[in-house]
DNA sequence: GCCGTGAGATGATTCGTTTCAGTCGTGAGA
DNA sequence: TCTCACGACTGAAACGAATCATCTCACGGC
């Protein structure tokens, strides 16, 4: 394997000055320049990032760490980070903790031992005395689609009570009273958001009533499961709309719902949550919550590098988009 | 920031001492082994993979390139290639190309500074002398979803010929005769041979036509745009079916022939490829060629450790998984 | 009392890069 | 002629962990 100092006695210079051709060329002279640079290309060097990183004290990569990565919300999330984070010359590490504290734990020790410049996260557990200790360290994190509570940490979110609640208010408009929302855990704080705002939206209309039919997860499976037992019931005991937490768990939906013969959104109404591209491809097409997901990305790895360049007397800052509803035929005949 | 050295003097003892409490505690005395993990966790000791790396020589990372990460395809292979890495302790970056020839050399010269374990990759191009360089670097290579003309590289990858016949046949055999390949670029080696493979099925019919229509990518949009276009033509000059190069291009086909009026299977007939979870959710379920995506990713790990551990008289090793297909609505009234 | 043995611990060295204080030589200004 | 400034380049030090040839010590055997 050729080092720098293979290429600094290739072309009878210095190791500092190969490493100022690399790093600062503005000073060095341009016919050294040239000597160096066609020994490089001679000998096939390519610089160590672990040495780079080893001398710099912190790498260049940013890990964002995502509940799914199935999810195309996620992905979009993702996307945007890397686009913002490639600007700066950062790249991103994908971790996907599937929901698990036990695997989202072991992505952060992992970038801590890489020394990560920062971590994004969307946290499947509210473990937030761990990312405390990781920012002791001196690694910021961001959180993503989530909100502190205590606002101890930077976070870009959309406001998941509102978008629960504009969700319900939708199915009451259109005439829907026994609501279901299926989903969870409500160890994730998106899950617990949404039921509060249907909660919210449910409690102002005395004839509404809104069942929380829980899941171990967020996935089509999940969704099918649930959505199958509600369905079964006698027609006087089923529900007339399903809320459900994201737009995995409301394909299912769906899919049961056709299973059974029930037809949307006359026979049951669902509304999902992300708007995935996948959500207007659907049997019927879904009306969604709209989340910004790239913008979502690029602004969490925008507030990860200000908080890395200032350091101690960073300001945590929120930013909160807003959900945007949009209508299709499982809440609305066409 | 604590380093083994800290934690040495801390605990009253040598930093080789540190070292094999962490890598070999089966050589140091358990009590020992007490006091020195306790400083660890007093003074929250965290290894720094760099120095580590450095040391080693290479990382205990495999790189991972895929042409779309927004393709579920892709996310089901880096799923499986990342449970079958991490039993061997390996973790999996992934590296989105979007099909782009640039974006997946930049990957590459990242993986290669990182020093990465090995590159699985689905190449978007047809730049082999940049994968053999790297290999000659002492980087084993895999190639994922497609194979080498020459068999240089071992890779995994499924009988796309086979597919494209078998999905071809399929649409003859129930009754059409007019097929549009809807799917690019061809530099794409999975495009080319699922066309290849629609072609040898079409010639083996004189009455069968097959038209080729490219794209420029492998989207949904892509597959709106080029279908719009087709089903817009005067109904004697319209395909009675569509062949779709993988599955977000067929949801693409059928959302511009439903937005055209036209009702599939009767009016045209669709068929994907990859057999994606959103492929049986759509208004029209998909007819597709299934691929064992999860398996295509843990037999490329496979592959990559064993080149890896063996070294120089390594030969090449092909695995070829067979497609399967899943008849849907899309071609089949239910 | 001496030697051999082996478990346990040591610490100097190594990996490849970047940085920075310092050297060298040239040319301008006094 | 001497000094100073400056551009160009040098090379040693430092980053943090892993390795391995050595060293220490206690104990058993004779």
New interface residues.
């Given amino acids: ?1 050729v080092s720098v100092r293979d290429v600094a006695v290739a072309a009878g210079v210095s190791v500092g000055t190969v490493s100022n051709v690399l790093n600062r060329p503005d000073l060095v002279a341009a016919s050294t320049m040239e000597r160096v640079n066609a020994a490089i290309v001679d000998l ?1 060097f ?9 001398r710099a ?1 912190r ?1 260049r990569s940013i890990g964002l760490i995502v509940l799914d ?2 999810n ?1 919300f996620f ?2 999330v ?2 945007g980070a ?1 686009k913002r984070a490639g600007d700066d010359g950062f ?1 991103i ?2 971790g ?1 903790s599937d929901e698990s504290s036990v695997r989202e734990a072991s992505y952060l ?2 970038f ?4 990560v410049h920062g971590v994004l996260i969307s946290p499947a557990s509210d473990d937030l005395p761990r990312l405390h ?1 990781a920012r ?3 690694i910021p994190v961001v959180l993503v689609d989530r909100e502190a509570p205590d606002r101890s940490f930077s976070s870009v979110a959309v406001d998941d009570i509102a978008g629960g609640r504009a969700a319900v208010e939708h199915l009451i408009e259109t005439g829907r009273r026994r609501i279901a929302f299926v989903g969870g855990p409500t160890s994730i704080r998106q899950v617990a958001d949404r039921l509060a705002g249907a909660r919210i939206a449910a409690s102002e209309r005395a004839e509404v009533a809104l069942e929380y039919v829980p899941t171990s997860s967020l996935t ?1 499976r999940a969704g099918v499961e649930a959505t199958a037992a509600l369905v079964a019931r006698h027609p006087s005991h089923r529900p007339d709309a399903v809320f459900a937490a994201n737009d995995l768990v409301s ?1 299912g939906a ?2 049961a719902a056709l299973a059974a013969g029930l037809r949307p959104p006359d026979d049951l109404a669902i509304v999902g949550y992300d708007d995935i ?2 959500a ?6 879904l009306t969604s919550m709209r989340q910004p997901a790239a913008l979502i990305g690029s602004t969490a790895v925008d507030l990860l590098l200000g908080e890395a360049s200032q350091g101690e007397g960073f300001e945590p800052q929120q930013v909160v988009y807003q959900p945007e509803l949009v209508v299709r035929e499982s809440t609305v005949a066409s």
């Fill in positions: 394997m096939g390519v610089r160590n990032d672990a040495a780079r990183q080893l004290g790498s990565v199935g195309p992905t979009d993702a996307r890397e790249s590490l994908l996907n020790d992992l801590e031992e890489q020394r200790r002791d360290r001196g089509v394909i769906l899919q591209d996948f207007e491809t659907t049997t019927v097409p």
